[in-house]
């Protein structure tokens, strides 16, 4: 799927719906707001760029590490045939959950558990979206990456991180690319930061 029909995807999904009732006012604002239990919804250009990199297809099966929101869920459900979200917060994840089966999507997939493993059991992913910061790249969500594979990921300390693009060639040969800096609340897990 190419950039522009990506981007009007993105414009069909209404950020307010996925926000608290104090945060729905700021909800065209482009800047990160509060969801609760320390974590925040992107901002909108981050969401959009961060899709905009991965390229999924309606054809790829998505891992996607941080359902937060589900904001970011319900685009990558918009595009892509299956979505499998892993989030660590159980509240967090039955709110996302509530909010997309009203919006009646059935190929999203929902695990409570440490996002930086990912989750072997459905493995390989065409596209993996990983929306908290690692400080290092996890290996487990590199073998989860199908051949010709895309990652985005957001990696470095917890103040400041590099935003990667990371591809994996049909002969398993994996290329790392910088495509700028972000900061991103942290990852918590094997790969991530412990829970403070």
């Given amino acids: 799927m190419d950039k522009k029909k990506i981007k009007e995807i993105f414009h069909s999904i209404d950020r307010s719906f996925f926000l608290g009732k104090d945060e729905r006012q700021y909800a065209f604002l482009n800047m990160p707001l509060p969801i609760g239990y320390g974590q925040t919804i992107s901002q909108p250009s981050l969401v959009l760029k961060m899709t ?14 941080g359902t937060g929101s589900g904001f970011q869920t319900a685009i990558l459900a918009k595009i892509a045939d299956k979505v499998y979200t892993v989030e660590r917060i159980k ?4 709110v996302a959950k509530e ?3 009203n919006m ?7 695990k409570v558990g ?33 051949k010709g594979g895309r ?7 917890p103040n400041l991180q590099e935003l990667k693009l990371i591809t ?22 094997k790969y991530g930061w412990k829970n403070r």
Avoid: C
């Fill in 91 to 94: 509240q967090l994840m039955e």
């Fill in 52 to 65: 905009q990199l991965l390229l999924p297809t309606k054809e790829n099966k998505v891992l996607e590490i």
């Fill in 151 to 157: 990652m985005v990921i957001p990696v470095g300390t």
């Fill in 114 to 146: 440490d996002g930086t493993k990912g989750w072997k059991e459905h493995a390989p992913y065409d596209r993996i979206m990983v929306t908290a910061a690692a400080s290092a790249v996890p290996d487990d969500l590199v073998n989860q990456l199908a």
């Fill in 168 to 189: 994996k060639s049909d002969d398993s040969v994996i290329n790392i690319k910088s495509v700028g800096y972000v900061r991103f609340v942290e990852l918590i897990g």
């Fill in 99 to 101: 909010k997309l089966d």
């Fill in 104 to 110: 009646n999507f059935t190929n999203i997939f929902y």
